[in-house]
């Protein structure tokens, strides 16, 4: 069983910035795909991104693009999301996600299914 844990929500001005990071205890994430989603009240789940870590490609869609960043720490064990320009727009709860069987990248969240807890994200003045 794989376990997900995030950290590094908070309340940031718009304009700001967030660092979430997504830990996996006692698990390589190599050969995986990591993906970030996040669901604000009233929406549904959406991707914001991933890494395929096979060669550490990365996907963003379209709302986050050259916003959103993420990397990844081989020996931490660890994927992180750095959000910068942040907008009310993204807040939302944030999660992380993975699933062994997964080979491509995909932003469907029902490919996936091991979840962390969520992170909040308020960006508000």
């Known amino acids: 069983q794989v376990q997900l844990v995030e950290s590094g929500g908070g309340v940031v001005q718009p304009g700001g910035s967030l660092r979430l990071s997504c830990a996996a205890p006692g698990f390589t994430l190599d050969y995986y795909v990591i993906a970030w989603f996040r669901e604000a009240p009233g929406k549904e789940r959406e991707g914001v991104s991933l890494i395929v870590t096979s060669d550490d490609s990365t996907y963003y869609a379209d709302s986050v693009k050259g916003r959103f960043a993420l990397s990844r720490d081989h020996v931490k064990n660890t994927v992180y999301l750095q959000m910068n320009s942040l907008k009310p727009e993204d807040t939302a709860v944030y999660y992380c996600?993975?699933?062994?069987?997964?080979?491509?990248?995909?932003?469907?969240?029902?490919?996936?299914?091991?979840w962390g807890q969520g992170t909040q994200v308020t960006v508000s003045s």
């Open positions: 996600a993975t699933d062994p069987r997964l080979r491509y990248g995909t932003f469907d969240p029902a490919e996936y299914h091991y």
